[in-house]
């Protein structure tokens, strides 16, 4: 397969994501608010291409109508993860203190579907990202690789 093809189908897919998040984005903002507490908060370390990454594992339990949920979500927008800093602390090691073991939080839940629960609805740089860098794939692809 031409190289062109391959970025045009990346950029394509990047763009259809990008709308994705953006409808979840628009669809959030009906969800409801619940409280919740913080059962696990723990950071774990993987490799991914010769790079080592880390990931926040936060589970937290809430109630919507009498029944109990348990839900791992942070961010409305997808996993979080990061790179370990070794000056500093890093994003994942900043979002571990935000959300220690025990703590209550504010859970925000889908009143049709209360499973689907997140910590955070952020996710405007997963948007972004697909919404601009999408378009500019497939246009690089077109003029420069066919």
Known sequence: MNQGYIVIIAGSAAFVYGLYCLFRMFAFKKWEVTDGKIIASYKSTRDENFQNLEDAEITYEY????????????????????????????DIDKLLLKYPPGSNVRVYYNPSIPRMACLELGGGEAVFIGLVFGPLAVLVGYFFFL
């Open 63 to 90: 109630e919507v109508c009498g029944k109990k949920y348990k839900s791992s979500t942070i961010q409305a927008s997808g996993e979080m993860s990061g790179t370990p800093s070794k000056t500093g602390w890093s």
